[in-house]
Each structure stands twice: as C-alpha cells, then as structure tokens.
Nanobody, 126 residues
Framework: QVQLTESGGGLVQSGGSLRLSCAVL????????MAWWRQPPGKEREFVGS????????DYADPVKGRFTISRDNTKNTVYLQMDSLKPEDTGVYYC???????????????????WGQGTQVTVSS
C-alpha cells in the first residue's frame, strides 16, 4: 500500500517562496502520476498541478502557471512543489495525491486519484 506524506508548509509573506515535499512510501507503476491539490479556507479542493512518472511531463492550473513548479526525484521517492511569488489566495491545505492515467480523463479530475496524503498548511500573509 502506497503512503504519501507532505511536508514543508508554513507561514510566508506575500511574494515569498516555499517548497513542499511529498515522500512516497511504497511503489507505484509507471502509469501512475503524482499531483498537488489544495483546499483554500471554506472552499472545495482544487487542482494545482501534476507530473508523470518519469518527470518529463507536467501540467498546471492557470492560477499557478509561471509561479509554481513540480518536480520529482525517483531516487528519493519524493515529489516537490516549488512555490514562488506567493499570493494570499494561495493559502490553503496542500495535498499530494497519486492516480493512474485514464484515456480521455484530464489530470485535474479528482476521481482519478486513489491515494492522498494528510496535507500540509500553507499560509500567505499580505
């Protein structure tokens, strides 16, 4: 059974940076991809971005394009979310998740994700 554990959250000022990590315990197949989601206060969980197994392909939600970068180090079984130029609206609980690619389904579809981490809080002050 795969387990995901996020770390690296905290409080940062607007314009600052944070790097989140997601440690993957256990093995997934090469058809699995990883993603970051977030849940702002009082709102539903939303897609942030994803990365395929090899790290050769990434996808980002429009609000974070150009500011956030997802990467992975398979030798360390870790996926990262580098967040730059943070804004107060980036505040929320950040989750990593993993799922299998399904033909015709976009990676932003929450139903694709089978395993979720417990989340880490990110707070951006203005």
């Amino acid at each position: 059974q795969v387990q995901l554990t996020e770390s690296g959250g905290g409080l940062v000022q607007s314009g600052g940076s944070l790097r989140l990590s997601c440690a993957v315990l256990g093995r997934t197949g090469s058809n699995y991809f990883m993603a970051w989601w977030r849940q702002p206060p009082g709102k539903e969980r939303e897609f942030v971005g994803s990365i395929n197994w090899s790290g050769s392909s990434t996808d980002y939600a429009d609000p974070v394009k150009g500011r956030f970068t997802i990467s992975r180090d398979n030798t360390k079984n870790t996926v990262y979310l580098q967040m730059d130029s943070l804004k107060p609206e980036d505040t929320g609980v950040y989750y990593c998740a993993t799922g299998r690619a399904v033909l015709g389904a976009h990676v932003s579809s929450e139903s694709l994700y089978e395993i979720w981490g417990q989340g880490t809080q990110v707070t951006v002050s203005s």
